[in-house]
């Protein structure tokens, strides 16, 4: 009896010291920060703190560089200034910083580095969660700009963003048009500002978002995929797992809505791109988000008849008028970008008036998440990227 069991256990063992979801260490990449990895990829890094003009903490981090024009770099949805560097000496942040830019990595509300205000608890205060793209444009955005043009002395800057950053960037300068003018160039990469043509699996996600809503308010959850969550962790374990686990991750990451391609998102890159995202989102980002894809139009957030009055002057929300955004835009898309589709981005280029540049992504495996953690950037990307900063300097 008693060696049987021992027996079992030794069994068990060897079937768990095998088994897939035996923790292992993280890479270091996944837990080092912003300014850990900069320093780690040959770079010193300063850290700053921008308060927002309603109160919000935002960390910044800068990459001083020896040309003068900064370089502000803004992440996408439950995203954070990481996500510009966890490629390492591949990555857009250390490109550039090689490259002799001076790099400024910034946060919006809510996320790891910015889940601070001078007066409301986030994990108190529902009210700090009251905020989508058109707050992280029309505030964080806002005095993140002033914050460098003040710090540099400089009078305009240029700007890269993905997805998110993307309708931030629109929403301010349609709503402050005065940013204009501290624009030199705004790169965006994956823009987002409709989803007229989105397919499943994400139509269907967006078609039950109200749903969904209902669910997370009735359970009074406001924060969304937070760092300290149990999935989280769940889904770093699995990541963490290489090649054996690469569909399930995948799967679970939520990068089937995205899209993704295989080539470009190898196995070991997950762990890292695990440690540093999903960095907290809130409800209401989400709500705003399925708002567009409903009613098809980059409008200000719906309240409903009564408090729309209230707010706006009318029943429905206004149009964010495109027309204002009167900087220069370079559009770059992907053809197999599952969020931010090519023929909305075909769309959204017929709106703004000053597009410098538009360019679909040759690949035609290219998706949402490739602009950002695709390992082959600097023979892909960068090249319709560097050149637009350096003619437009
Ligand atoms: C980044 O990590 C370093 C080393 O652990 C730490 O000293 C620093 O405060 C961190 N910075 C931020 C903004 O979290
Ligand atoms: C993206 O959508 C297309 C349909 O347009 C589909 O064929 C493709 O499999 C999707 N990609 C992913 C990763 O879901």
Redesign the pocket.
């Known amino acids: 009896m008693e060696i049987e069991i021992t027996c079992l256990i030794i069994i068990l063992n060897s079937l768990l010291s095998n088994c897939l979801f035996i923790p292992k260490p993280l890479p270091e990449d996944a837990r080092?920060?912003?300014?850990?990895l900069g320093f780690k990829y040959g770079h010193k890094v300063e850290?700053h703190s921008v308060v927002s003009e309603d109160g919000y903490i935002l960390?910044v981090f800068r990459i001083p560089g020896k040309k003068k024009t900064p370089v502000m770099l803004t992440h996408g949805i439950a995203d954070s200034s990481d996500t510009f560097i966890i490629r390492g000496k591949r990555s857009l942040a250390i490109s550039l910083a090689d490259a002799g830019y001076d790099v400024w990595a910034t946060n919006t509300r809510g996320n790891r580095?910015a889940r601070r205000h001078v007066k409301m608890d986030p994990d108190k205060d529902p009210s700090f969660w009251d905020y989508s793209f058109h707050e992280n444009g029309y505030y964080d955005t806002a005095a993140t700009i002033d914050y460098i043009l003040q710090t540099t002395g400089e009078k305009k800057l240029q700007g890269i963003a993905h997805s998110q950053g993307t309708s931030s960037h629109f929403v301010l300068l349609s709503m402050r048009p005065e940013y204009n003018d501290k624009l030199k160039l705004f790169v965006a990469l994956a823009p987002v500002a409709y989803f007229n043509n989105i397919v499943p699996p994400v139509s269907s996600l967006a078609q039950i978002g109200p749903d969904l809503n209902q669910l997370l308010l009735n359970s009074k959850i406001e924060e969304l995929v937070s760092e300290k969550g149990i999935e989280r962790k769940l889904i770093k374990l699995i990541c963490n797992q290489g090649d054996i686990s690469y569909d399930l991750c995948v799967l679970l990451s939520g990068f089937y809505v995205s899209g993704f391609d295989a080539k470009r998102l190898e196995p070991s890159f997950l762990p890292v791109i695990l440690g540093h995202y999903p960095a907290a989102t809130s409800r209401k980002s989400l709500l705003h988000y399925d708002q567009v894809y409903l009613n098809k139009r980059f409008a200000l957030f719906d309240y409903g008849p009564m408090q729309n009055m209230e707010r706006y002057g009318y029943m429905v929300p206004p149009d964010y008028n495109l027309r204002q955004v009167t900087a220069k835009i370079a559009l770059i898309v992907g053809n197999n970008d599952n969020l931010s589709r090519a023929r909305d981005a075909e769309y959204l280029r017929t709106l703004l008036p000053n597009i410098v540049q538009y360019h679909v992504m040759k690949e035609k495996e290219w998706n949402h998440i490739d602009f950002i953690w695709g390992n082959d950037m600097p023979e892909t990307l960068f090249p319709y990227i560097f050149p637009l900063l350096e003619k437009y300097s």
């Open positions: 080092l920060n912003f300014t850990g850290e960390t580095y």
